[in-house]
């Protein structure tokens, strides 16, 4: 791995990234959406660098989370900030196929699990010859399908599954979604600026939910009209010193 290095992340905690290794706005934007409140055992699939279970252990330390990554090297960053930050004890990494948990961990009884998936479908778009930035890009290891079939498996009934995605796949997530018993219940859009058309959206599912009712947030705006970061923006990112790149 190339270029490691430290980033803040606000109120002391820290995290080790790398070139092919690291976070975006939409990171941060699906961990303030689904951020757990209170003593939660949660799951991420695909947590890269564990940015997301970072993110929440800045303001409660009671959670329990298990941070799976099928990418070795990932992996290895991963448990370097959680040894860093004195979380061995709340934030496990697992380096494992999302698509073959079954004795990793335990099935049925997640309050919350969460994904930031690839968001091009497999074969489409142009590749990235970097194999890391291909797989966190482009769906070669694990489809829609694969991900909402595990975050099932893994919610206890009423259990919620977050998940980020670009605006042309809304459909595609929801019927995913609906396929593995898990009910789209919570919707907001992401925009750049007015101007523009949505980037973004973030969405909560609930695991046996009753179907209907849809409830779609205020559209949030990353910038305000003066071409800064929005007041929602800046409250979101908090303590950090620098915003981060796309």
Known sequence: MQNIHLEPLGNGIMIYVSESYRFSTDTILLADFSIPKGKKKCAELGTGCATIPLLWSR???????????????????????????NLCGKIRVINADLKDLKGKLNFGCYDLVVCNPPYKIGGGGITNPQDSKQIARHETECTLDDICSAASKLLQFGGSFCVCQRPERLADVME??????????????????????????????????????????????????????SEEMMKIYGCYKTPFEE
């Open 176 to 229: 995913s979604m609906r396929k593995f018993a898990i009910e789209p219940k919570k919707l907001r859009i992401v925009q750049q600026r007015k101007n523009k058309a949505p980037k973004l959206f973030l969405l909560e599912g609930r695991r046996g939910g009753k179907r209907g009712f849809l409830n779609v947030l205020p559209t949030l705006f990353i910038e305000a009209d003066n071409g800064e970061f």
């Open 59 to 85: 303001h409660n330390r009671e959670l329990e989370t298990d941070a799976v990554e099928i990418q070795k090297d990932a992996c290895t960053l991963a448990q370097k900030s959680v040894e860093l930050n």
